[in-house]
């Protein structure tokens, strides 16, 4: 696969029902960011990501509320000092993404409930304001599943293509405020900042 680095799976049949606190994840998280190379950052994250989502109970109600107008994006955790972020996102049916980056970020990304459709691409370089993709694997992700990106290998499109909501949780490597999107044009794509915003 050429964009996404790393998954594993937990399978269903093996999810906790044990209780598990978000300040669990934070204290591992915080050892996490300890590390001395982002690689090593990023797996001790998914790592950690990857056990919690084995706790049937692990995310707050309130973060697992849809949002009608687009998928919905919620904070779970800012670390004070900025090396880290956590957010829960939900996705309702036929919810996804645009092709985009992640604002120069690494990002580990947790499936924790139902299926997200997964579309990988390369990125070939850009021509006169035209910037070239090529699509290299179409994924479904289902609970349990991990991934990270660590740019310039990041970009994709995510889609719930279940008749029920999907959620999953991102912890970035900082604040993601901001990121390109990537809109069809004629050769290939226009890139255009995206200011991000969280779900209320």
């Given amino acids: 696969m050429a964009t996404v680095l790393s998954t594993s799976s937990t399978p269903r049949a093996n999810r906790s029902e044990r209780k598990y ?3 669990s994840l934070i204290n591992k998280l915080d050892r996490a960011m300890a590390f001395a190379t982002v690689e090593k950052r990023v797996e001790a994250t998914r ?5 919690a989502a084995t706790h049937a109970d692990f995310l707050p109600q309130e973060f697992l509320q849809t949002n009608k107008e687009t998928y919905a994006r919620r904070p779970l955790h800012v670390d004070p000092a900025g090396r880290y ?3 829960v996102m939900v996705w309702d049916k036929g919810q996804g993404t645009p092709l985009h980056d992640h604002g120069g970020l690494w990002v580990v990304e947790c499936l924790y409930r139902g299926r997200m459709q997964v579309t990988n691409y390369d990125y070939l370089g850009e021509e006169d304001g035209v910037h ?3 699509p290299t694997t179409l994924e479904q992700a289902v609970a ?3 991934d990270y990106r ?3 290998v990041e970009h994709h499109v995510v889609r719930n293509d279940l008749d029920s909501p999907s959620v999953t949780i991102h912890v970035f490597g ?3 405020d901001k990121c ?3 809109e069809p044009v004629e050769g290939g794509y226009r890139k255009v900042a995206k200011t991000m915003a969280y779900t209320s």
């Fill in 21 to 23: 606190s978000v300040k």
């Fill in 85 to 87: 972020s956590v957010l």
């Fill in 144 to 146: 349990g599943d991990t």
């Fill in 47 to 51: 790592a950690a990501v990857a056990e």
């Fill in 180 to 182: 390109d999107v990537f």
């Fill in 132 to 134: 070239r993709f090529n």
């Fill in 150 to 152: 660590i740019p310039p």
């Fill in 174 to 176: 900082g604040i993601l």
